[in-house]
């Protein structure tokens, strides 16, 4: 049961999870959620490729997505912030400014 | 009794037998535990991240995926990523979420816009019609009109693209299961102190030959310096136990190899151990040998079984962070300062010109005081906290009101009672 391709199956069936999150709701912070979860659907692949072939190295590109994905959500809430602070909204379908 | 009772003891109980059964499976046998964490945590993690994407209060969200991010650090453990279970709970669920949870309450940014999750659902998003709008002024309606039905149609194709090779084109063995034979061949090594720094290294090889599958054979024999081989329940040779003090230079390991010529598994653990020479400063746990065989037996048939070359350990990821990939290491400590510095300068917010002073209350909360407190200020009644630059501004001259009676003072409602 515990085999490298049962954890992928799970990990792709996280990652689409969380793709439906991000493509299905309208709120900026539920989507910055759902990518967290893609992000850590990911992470679970490299864990099972580093046990599989045995290269600690995985833990490392593990350690650099979660210092990234820190920085990422940091980026990410400030936007939102400020955005919120204009438009008094999370709706993304309100964010028109680069719409051409 | 109600049913929610009943209901709510028949789960303990189920779940109890279940712990129950567990336990007992895990005495007999290590690696079902790993197989029940696994279980358990696979699907506990889809369930909690599907509730995750689908609630409405953000709060609620964040909770479950808390859930998920807990499931997915008993993953990594039962991967033999003990470190990065550990930040997994540090710094995903201790940090990353909190932020969240920060911002959803001090920006009171409360539950999605109805509307707009109803808009998703209708599919009337930027003007666009629904099925039944069309299908009523006869433009016929494409079946895949809504957002939401879009998004679960894509990402279950994604799924299903994700899955398939997995399942059809994967096969053969490192692929379905983690067994012993795809252990590294770096050695567990421990150290032994004694008093004049770590002289010994106990080097652990695990030995493979690729061609039959089979263990291979090694010759016994052997010096002051290396053992003979330890060897396993079943007679195998799994390792050399090598004393050797200091770092070794390419000459010295090329001539121990020498010693035994051919033996292609004795020149590996001899490279690993020249490898491992560097480590000598670092403490090193000292195992004893029984310690060693009851570790590896116990993890013998389990994914656990990895440890023994102390993979996923701090040391060994702090080495390899250190070591074979500093470089990206100092990136990252770059990236994080350039995400710390765009998060200050995006949140910051915007003043006016002249903005900027002292926030000074305009109405306590005593109602007698409001009189004394106004005079005092010079300011006026108003809510909350107002801005006064011209109180940063010593040079500015202080404007005193004359005091008003007592009477006034504390005459609040003004009726002159």
């Given at each position: 049961?515990?085999?490298?391709?049962?954890?992928?199956?799970?990990?792709?069936?996280?990652?689409?999870?969380?793709?439906?999150?991000?493509?299905?709701?309208?709120?900026?912070?539920?989507?910055?959620?759902?990518?967290?979860?893609?992000?850590?659907?990911?992470?679970?692949?490299?864990?099972?490729?580093?046990?599989?072939?045995?290269?600690?190295?995985?833990?490392?590109?593990?350690?650099?997505?979660?210092?990234?994905?820190?920085?990422?959500?940091?980026?990410g809430?400030?936007?939102?912030?400020?955005?919120?602070?204009?438009?008094?909204?999370?709706n993304?379908?309100?964010?028109?400014?680069?719409?051409? | 009794?109600?049913?929610?009772?009943?209901?709510?003891?028949?789960?303990?109980?189920?779940?109890?037998?279940?712990?129950?059964?567990?336990?007992?499976?895990?005495?007999?046998?290590?690696?079902?535990?790993?197989?029940?964490?696994?279980?358990?945590?696979?699907?506990?993690?889809?369930?909690?991240?599907?509730?995750?994407?689908?609630?409405?209060?953000?709060?609620?969200?964040?909770?479950?995926?808390?859930?998920?991010?807990?499931?997915?650090?008993?993953?990594?453990?039962?991967?033999?990523?003990?470190?990065?279970?550990?930040?997994?709970?540090?710094?995903?669920a201790?940090?990353?979420?909190?932020?969240?949870?920060?911002?959803?309450?001090?920006?009171?940014?409360?539950?999605?816009?109805?509307?707009?999750?109803?808009?998703?659902?209708?599919g009337?998003?930027?003007?666009?019609?629904?099925?039944?709008e069309?299908?009523?002024?006869?433009?016929?309606?494409?079946?895949?009109?809504?957002?939401?039905?879009?998004?679960?149609?894509?990402s279950m194709?994604?799924?299903?693209?994700?899955?398939?090779?997995?399942?059809?084109?994967?096969?053969?063995?490192?692929?379905?299961?983690?067994?012993?034979?795809?252990?590294?061949?770096?050695?567990?090594?421990?150290?032994?102190?004694?008093?004049?720094?770590?002289?010994?290294?106990?080097?652990?090889?695990?030995?493979?030959?690729?061609?039959?599958?089979?263990?291979?054979?090694?010759?016994?024999?052997?010096?002051?310096?290396?053992?003979?081989?330890?060897?396993?329940?079943?007679?195998?040779?799994?390792?050399?136990?090598?004393?050797?003090?200091?770092?070794?230079?390419?000459?010295?390991?090329?001539?121990?190899?020498?010693?035994?010529?051919g033996?292609?598994?004795?020149?590996?653990?001899?490279?690993q151990?020249?490898?491992?020479?560097?480590?000598?400063?670092?403490?090193?746990?000292?195992?004893?040998?029984?310690?060693?065989?009851?570790?590896?037996?116990?993890?013998?048939?389990?994914?656990?079984?990895?440890?023994?070359?102390?993979?996923?350990?701090?040391?060994?990821?702090?080495?390899?962070?250190?070591?074979?990939?500093?470089?990206?290491?100092?990136?990252?400590?770059?990236?994080?300062?350039?995400?710390?510095?765009?998060?200050v300068?995006?949140?910051?917010?915007?003043?006016?010109?002249?903005?900027?002073?002292?926030?000074?209350?305009?109405?306590?909360?005593?109602?007698?005081?409001?009189s004394?407190?106004?005079?005092?200020?010079?300011?006026?009644?108003?809510?909350?906290?107002?801005?006064?630059?011209?109180?940063?501004?010593?040079?500015?001259?202080?404007?005193?009101?004359?005091?008003?009676?007592?009477?006034?003072?504390?005459?609040?409602?003004?009726?002159?009672?």
């Amino acid at each position: 049961m515990l085999t490298p391709k049962n954890l992928l199956i799970l990990s792709a069936v996280l990652f689409s999870t969380g793709t439906y999150g991000v493509l299905a709701r309208r709120n900026l912070l539920i989507m910055l959620l759902s990518i967290e979860l893609m992000f850590n659907a990911v992470m679970l692949v490299i864990a099972t490729m580093a046990r599989m072939f045995a290269d600690s190295g995985g833990h490392i590109f593990m350690l650099m997505i979660i210092a990234i994905s820190a920085a990422e959500v940091a980026v990410g809430l400030s936007i939102l912030i400020a955005l919120f602070r204009m438009k008094r909204t999370t709706n993304p379908m309100d964010l028109t400014a680069l719409r051409g | 009794m109600n049913k929610n009772l009943i209901g709510a003891i028949g789960a303990g109980l189920i779940a109890l037998a279940a712990v129950a059964f567990v336990v007992v499976k895990a005495l007999s046998d290590a690696a079902f535990v790993d197989e029940a964490i696994f279980l358990a945590a696979s699907t506990l993690g889809i369930a909690l991240s599907v509730v995750a994407v689908t609630r409405k209060n953000p709060v609620y969200a964040i909770l479950n995926l808390l859930g998920v991010f807990v499931m997915m650090a008993a993953l990594f453990f039962v991967l033999a990523a003990d470190m990065l279970a550990v930040l997994q709970i540090l710094v995903y669920a201790g940090a990353i979420l909190m932020l969240f949870l920060f911002v959803i309450m001090l920006f009171n940014l409360g539950g999605s816009d109805p509307a707009a999750e109803a808009s998703v659902v209708a599919g009337t998003e930027l003007g666009r019609k629904t099925a039944d709008e069309a299908e009523k002024t006869g433009e016929g309606g494409f079946w895949l009109n809504t957002p939401k039905l879009r998004a679960m149609v894509f990402s279950m194709a994604l799924a299903a693209l994700l899955i398939m090779p997995i399942v059809f084109l994967v096969h053969g063995d490192p692929w379905e299961s983690f067994t012993p034979r795809h252990l590294p061949t770096r050695p567990m090594f421990s150290g032994v102190e004694d008093g004049n720094g770590l002289r010994e290294f106990r080097v652990w090889i695990v030995v493979e030959d690729t061609a039959t599958d089979a263990p291979a054979p090694v010759a016994a024999g052997g010096s002051t310096l290396i053992s003979s081989g330890e060897k396993d329940a079943e007679g195998t040779t799994v390792g050399y136990r090598i004393t050797w003090s200091g770092p070794m230079s390419d000459e010295q390991r090329d001539a121990l190899i020498e010693t035994r010529k051919g033996d292609a598994v004795f020149a590996t653990a001899v490279k690993q151990l020249q490898g491992m020479a560097r480590w000598q400063q670092l403490e090193l746990g000292g195992m004893t040998d029984r310690e060693i065989t009851a570790s590896r037996d116990r993890y013998k048939h389990s994914p656990m079984a990895v440890k023994r070359d102390g993979f996923g350990s701090i040391p060994r990821v702090g080495w390899d962070l250190f070591d074979a990939y500093l470089i990206p290491f100092e990136f990252v400590s770059l990236i994080l300062l350039a995400g710390m510095v765009g998060a200050v300068v995006l949140a910051l917010r915007k003043r006016a010109p002249g903005e900027g002073g002292p926030l000074v209350p305009t109405k306590p909360v005593g109602d007698g005081d409001v009189s004394l407190f106004e005079r005092h200020l010079g300011a006026t009644v108003g809510q909350g906290l107002v801005h006064r630059p011209e109180l940063h501004d010593v040079s500015a001259p202080v404007e005193h009101k004359p005091a008003p009676d007592d009477d006034a003072i504390y005459d609040t409602d003004g009726d002159d009672d």
